[in-house]
């Protein structure tokens, strides 16, 4: 997903994240006051948990400073909300350029006259107390950008995406951990099914009345998926080892052209931060070293990896139709849900969001998330890469600028979809649609498969 969107020594495990009622219950005021403060609570978190030494440093050439992405926060909302909606006059005018996300590729960013750690947290401060004066004074109606809050939300889940780049950038950096959570809940006993079959027909995609939905989630448009089987979960990791251990990584039958050239330039053969050691595979997670779980989701893949899984399983990547219409379609009703549980905002019970966690769920956790058809963890855990390139809806309109997603538009993407353990609530819902380059590992990437169902002359699957 693009960075620049205003839309990737101890501590606590996450800031709390207030409930929020679903749109059209909630005054439009309340809710973006409690996602801003969710957000900057996290951004904080997130910040303090290290010395200054690691804010400026950078911990790999693909992720910025977290000094950067502070500033930057900071930067957006101040265009956004003082100057845009606001009307005030610009503070920092001077930094613009310097926390420009499209002029400044990261592994460049280092380089740049940045805000000392001091400074971009007051800078930053001083903005967010003048967005809540803009936030009481303004009247939530009468511009697309200023209706239910639009604006508003819109600037917390760019700070809530930069806080989950943050967390990228967290694990990616050497040394102790600094970051801690509980552990998720425990799957509950019982067998689930391996497959869900999803009937075949037509659904709603995207959406036209979920006020804060970004303009690449837009327009609602009826879709037809023929009938299809979809994993009941994500792909474990016990399941991709034994797609390692039968020589996946070596057999060039399984990989897309651009995909074997990748892992044979790099010498890729495994998902990114693991390694064998003594016939285990270990992996190191935020500063902690442990044996790879088998029955948790699989995690840092790239698309090639989770496509080249796919055939080897003898099976595909869904479409991102069919795992929205998987995710959100009620057969009963017709009718096309918020989530896959129902309207309502996702809680701790239904789905790993939020850094409430700092790892996935076992595979078959949060039964109350499960969707009509009964497939779990649709929502949460890892981002899941769909067979889709990212490409505009019919009667896509850009909105509030054609960066936020029409210059992505094409084949150099894929989608991915379900948010994951990292993401907050307010940046992920069943519509939400992420998109990243088929070569990126360091997300929080997994996936999961279908197969085409067959259908019998009566039309049964």
């Known amino acids: 997903m693009s960075e620049n969107q205003p839309a990737g020594t101890a501590g606590p495990s996450r800031a709390p994240s207030p409930a929020v009622s679903p749109p059209g219950e909630a005054d439009p ?16 978190l997130l910040t303090e948990c290290v010395d200054e030494g690691e804010l400026t440093a950078q911990h790999s050439p693909l992720m910025s400073p977290l000094v950067w992405d502070l500033a930057h926060i900071g930067n957006q909302e101040e265009q956004w909300l003082l100057r845009t909606v606001g009307g005030r006059q610009a503070l920092r005018p001077d930094i613009d350029s310097v926390y420009d996300a499209f002029e400044h590729p990261r592994a460049s960013r280092p380089s740049l006259p940045l805000l000392a750690p001091a400074e971009a947290r007051s800078y930053a401060a001083d903005v967010r107390g003048r967005v809540l004066e803009v936030l009481e004074r303004t009247a939530l109606e009468g511009t697309p950008l200023v209706d239910a809050a639009f604006a508003f939300g819109m600037i ?33 006993p019982g067998a689930l099914p391996a497959e869900v079959l999803v009937p075949g027909g037509p659904f709603t995609m995207g959406t036209s009345t979920e006020p804060w939905a970004l303009d690449n ?6 879709r037809d998926v023929p009938a299809f089987w979809i994993d009941t979960t994500p792909v474990t ?10 020589g996946g990584y070596g057999e060039r039958r399984w990989w897309a052209d651009e995909g074997w050239d990748q892992i044979r330039r790099h010498g890729i053969g495994a998902p990114l931060f693991w390694r064998r050691e003594g016939g285990a595979w270990l992996r190191r997670r935020f500063g902690v070293t442990e044996e790879v779980p088998a029955d948790e989701p699989v995690l840092h893949v790239s698309w090639y990896e989770a496509d080249a899984y796919a055939r080897w399983a003898g099976r595909r990547l869904p479409t991102e139709a069919e795992w929205e219409k998987a995710a959100r379609h009620d057969p009963e009703s017709g009718r096309s849900r918020r989530y896959p549980w129902g309207d309502a905002d996702p809680g701790p019970d239904q789905a790993n969001l939020g850094q409430r966690h700092l790892r996935p769920a076992r595979a078959g ?17 890892v981002w899941e890469w769909t067979a889709s390139d990212f490409l505009p809806y019919p009667g896509f309109v850009a909105f509030p600028y054609r960066e936020y997603s029409e210059v992505f538009f094409g084949p150099a993407h894929k989608v991915l979809r379900g948010g994951a353990f990292g993401v907050d609530q307010v940046a992920c819902r069943g519509t939400f649609r992420n998109w990243d380059l088929p070569v990126r590992r360091q997300i929080f990437s997994g996936f999961r498969t279908a197969r085409d169902a067959r259908v019998r002359q009566d039309g049964a699957a």
């Open 237 to 246: 990791c016990g399941a991709f080892a034994a797609f390692i251990d039968d």
């Open 217 to 222: 989630e837009r327009p609602a448009h009826r």
């Open 365 to 381: 956790s949060y039964p109350a998330g499960e969707s009509p058809l009964g497939v779990r963890q649709l929502i949460g855990d």
């Open 156 to 188: 917390a889940q760019h700070e809530q995406q930069h806080d989950e780049t943050m967390l990228i950038t967290h694990q990616l950096r050497r040394g102790p951990a600094a970051l801690t959570a509980p552990e998720p809940p425990d799957r509950p």
């Open 29 to 44: 005021r309340i809710r973006a006051l409690d996602a801003l403060v969710a957000a900057r609570g996290r951004t904080a």
